[in-house]
T-cell receptor, first 114, second 108 residues
């Protein structure tokens, strides 16, 4: 069966520090991968999605970037965190077939920027 | 872009009560999912239901694609049903758009 991992689970970082969040998927190949952010306990916003190694699409302009160095690894980064980057970050995957497939979410990383 | 509206935004129930959550969307979609986010933040898939009706235990969902809405029914609610329920739609290959959610509180 497929599983999706995220780490760290929680993170407290000072403003201006760098960020690296990691997401890995097991038990599947060639998944579509997604990063979402959830602020204030509701409402998920799609940040990035990837259909393959090195292929990243961004949904909104922001202080963050994403990379996919391996097929089942998705990384969310920032060079300098802002207060507004605080939130709950969720990684998700879906089978790379038709657009009708289900998305499955990881456990999330709760980021607090002070 | 597509708009997804969920109602009500908040719902408080007594244990054992039934409820209906609604999701309206503004355009044709090829994927609709219902999720439950538990108090620890984990998003759990409930239904993949672009059209028709599905049931899973005390939960059921109906999507009327031609009228652009979906309903989630919770019967005999339990305290463990508490959390936020999200509707999400996909209208192109990779963009899934979430509603703002319905926060459900079930009191013992």
């Amino acid at each position: 069966s497929q599983t999706i991992h995220q780490w760290p689970a929680t993170l407290v970082q000072p403003v201006g520090s760098p960020l690296s969040l990691e997401c890995t998927v097991e038990g599947t190949s060639n998944p579509n991968l997604y990063w979402y952010r959830q602020a204030a306990g509701r409402g998920l916003q799609l940040l990035f999605y990837s259909v393959g190694i090195g292929q990243i699409s961004s949904e909104v302009p922001q202080n963050l970037s994403a990379s996919r160095p391996q097929d089942r690894q998705f990384i969310l980064s920032s060079k300098k965190l802002l207060l507004s980057d605080s939130g709950f970050y969720l990684c998700a995957w879906s089978p790379r077939r038709l657009a009708t497939d289900t998305q499955y979410f990881g456990p999330g990383t709760r980021l607090t920027v002070l | 872009g597509i708009q997804v509206e969920q109602s009500p935004p908040d719902l408080i129930l007594q244990e054992g009560a039934n409820s209906t959550l609604r999701c309206n969307f503004s355009d044709s979609v090829n994927n609709l999912q219902w999720f439950h986010q538990n108090p620890w933040g984990q998003l759990i898939n409930l239904f993949y239901i672009p059209s028709g009706t599905k049931q899973n235990g005390r939960l059921s969902a109906t999507t009327v694609a031609t009228e652009r809405y979906s309903l989630l029914y919770i019967s005999s609610s339990q305290t463990t049903d508490s959390g936020v329920y999200f509707c999400a739609v996909k209208y192109n290959n990779n963009d899934m758009r979430f509603g703002a959610g319905t926060r459900l509180t079930v009191k013992p």
